[in-house]
Antibody, heavy 119, light 107 residues
Framework: QVQLQESGPGLVKSSETLSLTCAVS?????????WGWIRQPPGKGLEWIGS???????NYNPSLKSRVTISEDTSKNQFSLKLSSVTAADTAVYYC????????????WGRGTLVTVST | DIQMTQSPSSLSASVGDRVTITCRASQSISSYLNWYQQKPGKAPKLLIY???SLQNGVPSRFSGSGSGTDFTLTISSLQPEDFATYYC?????????FGLGAKLEIK
């Protein structure tokens, strides 16, 4: 059974860099699929951040592209998110998710982790 | 960017009711439309992909239809566990975008 689990600090200071990791079990991330990040501010909707493919192909949301870096560590079977220069607007639950090939839907999600940006 | 508009944003219904939620894209997205269910404190769960394909393990009372710009999610007979928020998502073009959600509450 494939599972995704986010980890990282729950509190980040304004202007600093948010760093999260998603550990994948039950499937090798280098075997295929895109792996990505989606966030949800408290009480609000979902925003796609970006996705990475094992070949190194990466897609970012243009609205965040200047501040986002997504990378993978195949030796640890995990991928990571870094978001720089955070503000209170970046406070959200951050989900990692697997994106299918083909119709590009998100078929597996982690449980999510709340990151609060302190001012 | 493609904007996704859902309606209604909230609705009340009873167990056994038939419910329909609509999603409209700001431009044609062919069949690149997916539906998710989210319960409080939980991650979204994929219900329908490619507008009308039922994800494995999802009850057959859920169905999706549409293409181009207009799509619907139908629950044929509401069950107690179906009360949740439903999101549509377009996967036609980057940035992938979601609707603002439709909150389904018990009447």
């Amino acid at each position: 059974q494939v599972q995704l689990q986010e980890s990282g600090p729950g509190l980040v200071k304004s202007s600093e860099t948010l760093s999260l990791t998603c550990a994948v079990s039950g499937y090798s991330i280098s075997s295929g699929y895109y792996w990505g990040w989606i966030r949800q501010p408290p009480g609000k909707g979902l925003e796609w951040i970006g996705s990475i493919y094992h070949s190194g192909r990466i897609n970012y949301n243009p609205s965040l592209k200047s501040r986002v870096t997504i990378s993978e560590d195949t030796s640890k079977n995990q991928f990571s998110l870094k978001l720089s220069s955070v503000t209170a607007a970046d406070t959200a639950v951050y989900y990692c998710a697997r994106r299918s090939l083909g119709y590009w839907y998100f078929d597996l999600w982690g449980r999510g982790t709340l990151v609060t940006v302190s001012t | 960017d493609i904007q996704m508009t859902q309606s209604p944003s909230s609705l009340s219904a009873s167990v056994g009711d038939r419910v329909t939620i609509t999603c409209r894209a700001s431009q044609s997205i062919s069949s690149y439309l997916n539906w998710y269910q989210q319960k409080p404190g939980k991650a979204p769960k994929l219900l329908i992909y490619a507008a009308s394909s039922l994800q494995n393990g999802v009850p057959s009372r859920f169905s999706g239809s549409g293409s181009g710009t207009d799509f619907t999610l139908t629950i044929s007979s509401l069950q107690p566990e179906d009360f949740a928020t439903y999101y549509c998502q377009q996967s036609y073009d980057i940035p992938y975008s979601f609707g603002l959600g439709a909150k389904l509450e018990i009447k």
